[in-house]
């Protein structure tokens, strides 16, 4: 079996280029870093392009049996008009040069990257995949990113968005963020601390989408998170047992507005996902409680 990946040197692409390179698969990745961990692997293949721009890098697109979109500028930055614009053309252009150079091939299967910012703040919604769209920018953005791929459908390419929630694990992500300040004893909730988080432990995404890859009857939109949703405090406190240090701080939402301007208003953000398709297709879990992945992960 053939995968492009894009966005394949973050943190997501690069455990997800292992585990299928371990399976035997041929792997190809794009991404603007000419550095991956993986070269001189047996079955490893490396394009250097910014995939926002058509290009020669779309011909090798055709000769793939599964494209998995991972492209897009990080979030986690002050949001300006330019930095803005950048998250949103990084999502839209790659997704549409990647529709346009599938429909000239034989790529069966289709993984395009949304998230949970689709619902919007939700407050104590419980949010299937048949839940309606959300207001605010991240929003907006999911739904224009989830349309453009969408438009593979067209040309008899199965295809799944993957609404990711906060993916967790060692090599980076959100939590590589956060481990610092709470091993420094300065770890402590957001604002109220009472909004949920949907989380997914990385071992488990990784599983997901080779369940996805395989079954026919996965297409559409699939929330991306373990079964059980925690909220902001009690992931707080989680965190400080298993770093074994204390978490009596709390950072005001208006300090976090101050300091990350409209970003702030996502990351305080209520989304109470729940992993209906995903149980629904059959998925093991190994990682659904909190308190396991992130033994697993700072034990």
Not at 6 to 17: A, K, M, P, Q, R
Not at 114 to 139: H, M, N, P, Q, V
Not at 193 to 202: E, K, N, P
Not at 227 to 252: E, W
Request: hydrophobic share 40%.
């Amino acid at each position: 079996m053939k995968a492009l990946i894009t966005g394949g040197t973050g943190f997501v692409g690069s455990c997800l280029t292992g585990r299928l390179l371990d399976l035997g698969w041929d792997v190809t990745i794009t991404g603007r870093s000419s550095k991956s961990s993986y070269a001189g692997r047996k079955g490893f293949s490396q394009i250097v392009c910014d995939t926002t721009i058509k290009g020669d890098w779309q011909t090798r697109v055709a000769d793939m049996d599964v494209v998995i979109n991972l492209a897009g500028k990080n979030i986690f930055t002050r949001w300006n008009a330019g930095n803005k614009l950048e998250i949103k053309e990084s999502r839209f252009l790659t997704t549409i040069n990647l529709v346009e150079a599938m429909s000239k091939g034989n790529v069966r299967v289709f993984l395009s990257t949304s998230a949970s910012g689709f619902y919007g703040d939700r407050k104590d919604d419980i949010l299937t995949e048949k839940s309606s769209k959300g207001d605010g920018f991240l929003s907006d953005v999911c739904m224009v990113w989830e349309n453009q791929a969408l438009k593979a459908e067209a040309n008899g390419i199965r295809t799944v968005l993957m609404r990711f929630g906060m993916i967790l694990g060692k090599e980076g992500g959100a939590l590589k963020m956060m481990v610092t300040p709470f091993k420094l004893g300065l770890g402590g909730k957001l604002g109220a601390g009472d909004h949920w988080m949907s989380w997914m432990h990385i071992d488990d995404l990784v599983s997901a989408i080779l369940l996805l890859i395989k079954h026919e009857g996965a297409r559409g939109p699939i929330n991306f998170c373990s079964p059980y949703a925690i909220r902001n405090n009690d992931f707080t406190r989680a965190m400080a047992h298993a770093l074994g240090r204390p978490a009596f701080f709390t950072i005001p939402s208006w300090a976090l507005k101050g300091v990350m301007g409209e970003l702030a208003d996502a990351l305080l953000s209520s989304q109470r996902m729940v992993a209906g398709e995903l149980n629904s297709l059959g998925h093991h879990f190994s990682y659904p409680e909190i308190d396991m992945a992130l033994t697993h992960l700072l034990g």
